[in-house]
């Protein structure tokens, strides 16, 4: 009987979200028009990364008219800034795609601030293999006197947090502070269905994934932490390692299966890779939302309290009893 409620009375994510909404009676809607402005966005770059292996073989990319294609992760920052632009419930825009903070046309101003890298996972692009879109979402106080201090909050501050994964089924995973949801692209209908209703993260998992290559500049508790997932001293199986290099792919595999990612501190990157606004921060918020924790070596990822737009920070994020694990080295290191 479920899986025919289920073919027939489709939890769309709209219709999720307002859901969602109706235990807020204040709220006016403007989160929903927001969010579907999003998922066009998602839809557009899945359909997008679909056809870009065939469109080389075809011959539609490259020069055209003399005027280059434009690259996908370029088209695709312009489709996310203009659809939240023209949604009308932005002020400001953070994307990883442009050095400076977009302010929005105060005619078109929302309360929204929306933090974002439209196609992350670039070494990934050109080989097929999954990349995604990342976002957060936070409300702004004042949207006529918006500022850049605005935008550099700590993301405990964060409404609501996502990513688009364009992989083997294209995913979008969902929390607006009320746990995790997952819902997945019906290309039939252009929807994306509820598949993936509250998940939570294992306690515990079996999976570790870093890129190792850069080992030889890892600090003590990483370099501890990632010799004890492949040698335990307590008579438990060593971890399997999984390393994609997309970071949508990578946490969307360890919030399903459980175990940890890391994207340490090392010497030649003193804050690691991963920038806080639109990598840190709405992965982090997800974790937590799914029972799951993200730490930074230092503290709780969520509390960082960014100085620049692209600030960067160490990253390790998981089940909560793998990351109690890293957090015990790095305060015996102390
Ligand atoms: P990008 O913004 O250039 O795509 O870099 C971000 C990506 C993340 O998706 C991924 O977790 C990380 O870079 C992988 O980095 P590395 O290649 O150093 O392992
Ligand atoms: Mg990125």
């Not at 979402?137 to 364009?166: F, R, S």
């Amino acid at each position: 009987h479920a899986a025919e409620a289920q073919r027939t009375d489709l939890m769309t994510i709209t219709r999720h979200v307002l859901n969602e909404q109706s235990r807020h009676p204040e709220s006016r809607g403007d989160f929903t028009i927001l969010l579907s402005h999003i998922v066009l966005g998602c839809k557009f770059v899945a359909s997008a990364v679909n056809k870009a292996g065939l469109a080389k073989l075809i011959g539609l990319a490259g020069e055209t008219n003399g005027e280059e294609q434009k690259k996908l992760d370029v088209l695709s920052n312009e489709v996310f800034v203009k659809a939240l632009v023209s949604s009308g419930r932005t002020c400001v825009l953070v994307s990883e795609e442009n050095e400076e903070a977009i302010f929005v046309d105060p005619a078109l101003r929302g309360k929204y601030c929306v933090c974002f890298d439209p196609l992350d996972g670039s070494s990934n692009i050109d080989c097929g293999v999954s990349i995604g879109t990342i976002f957060g979402i936070y409300m702004i106080k004042d949207k006529d006197n918006v500022t850049l201090e605005d935008v550099l909050q700590p993301g405990t501050h964060m409404l609501a947090a996502g990513y688009c994964m364009y992989g083997s089924s294209c995913t979008l995973v969902l929390s607006t502070g009320n746990g995790v949801n997952g819902f997945t692209l019906d290309p039939s209908l252009g929807e994306f269905i509820l598949t993936h209703p509250n998940i939570k993260i294992p306690k515990k998992g079996k999976i570790y994934s870093v890129n190792e290559g850069n080992a030889r500049n890892w600090d003590g508790p990483t370099t501890k932490y990632v010799e004890k997932c492949k040698f335990p001293q307590d008579g438990s199986s060593p971890k399997s390692l999984r390393y994609i290099g997309s970071m949508v792919a990578d946490v969307h595999r360890t919030l399903l299966y459980g175990g940890i990612f890391l994207y340490p501190a090392d010497k030649k990157s003193p804050n690691g890779k991963l920038r806080v606004l639109y990598e840190v921060f709405p992965m982090s918020f997800l974790m937590e939302q799914a029972g799951g924790q993200a730490f930074t070596g230092k503290q709780r990822a969520l509390e960082l309290a960014p100085t620049k737009l692209h600030d960067r920070s160490p990253v390790f994020l998981g089940s909560y009893h793998d990351v109690e694990e890293i957090k015990a080295l790095y305060a015996s290191e102390s």
